[in-house]
T-cell receptor
Framework: AQSVTQLGSHVSVSEGALVLLRCNYS??????LFWYVQYPNQGLQLLLK??????LVKGINGFEAEFKKSETSFHLTKPSAHMSDAAEYFC????????????FGKGTMLLVSP | GAGVSQSPRYKVAKRGQDVALRCDPI?????LFWYQQALGQGPEFLTY????????KSGLPSDRFFAERPEGSVSTLKIQRTQQEDSAVYLC??????????????FGEGSWLTVV
């Protein structure tokens, strides 16, 4: 069985500040890991994914995430927040073999203030 | 369009009514998924198709929920005798192949179901 835990249902930052959204996973097999973003009344958009290549993954809109096996973590960061980054962010995991689907965390709402 | 298309975008159903939600995946995508997202929660897996075969329906919450993909492209999620707890966004997603080979899942904008 696999699962993800996102620490903090809400994270508030000021525009220009560092964004850090935390995700820890639990998986019996080496996983693939994903971050998705969801803007109000829209579907999920893939930000980035880790599929066992480089541990530091760069995504769209200046986001990146680092896979740390020793910490079972896949935290999402962005050096400087922009107002347009305000949205809900979901971490997800899938096994890297056989049939697989995504298991999502509960999400973290990112609030950006001017 | 090039993305996953879902209809209707918004549906209000009276309790006890049957509803059908349609999903048009990206052309050529073999894998199709349905997820349910309750307000303030992450998406939860409902069912998975590979072409026309429903390989996993372990997430369907009750026998009132039924999904089909008869020709391996368009899929329909049907909910019979809707109840208030069925109110949620129903997300459809597709991918070219299996996630285990590095394929990406692409999501539609969802069908928002409100049961009154």
């Amino acid at each position: 069985a696999q699962s993800v835990t996102q620490l903090g249902s809400h994270v508030s930052v000021s525009e220009g500040a560092l964004v850090l959204l935390r995700c820890n996973y639990s998986s019996s097999v080496p996983p693939y890991l994903f971050w998705y973003v969801q803007y109000p009344n829209q579907g999920l958009q893939l930000l980035l994914k880790y599929t066992s290549a480089a541990t530091l993954v760069k995504g769209i809109n200046g986001f990146e995430a680092e896979f740390k096996k020793s910490e079972t973590s896949f935290h999402l960061t962005k050096p400087s927040a922009h107002m347009s980054d305000a949205a809900e962010y979901f971490c997800a995991v899938s096994p890297n073999s056989g049939y697989s689907t995504l298991t999502f965390g509960k999400g973290t709402m990112l609030l950006v203030s001017p | 369009g090039a993305g996953v298309s879902q209809s209707p975008r918004y549906k209000v159903a009276k309790r006890g009514q049957d509803v059908a939600l349609r999903c048009d995946p990206i052309s050529g995508h073999v894998s199709l998924f349905w997820y349910q997202q309750a307000l303030g929660q992450g998406p939860e897996f409902l069912t998975y198709f590979q072409n026309e075969a429903q390989l996993d329906k372990s997430g369907l919450p009750s026998d009132r929920f039924f999904a089909e993909r008869p020709e391996g492209s368009v899929s329909t999620l049907k909910i019979q005798r809707t109840q208030q707890e069925d109110s949620a966004v129903y997300l459809c997603a597709s991918s070219l192949g299996s996630l285990s080979t590095g394929n990406t899942i692409y999501f539609g904008e969802g069908s928002w179901l409100t049961v009154v």
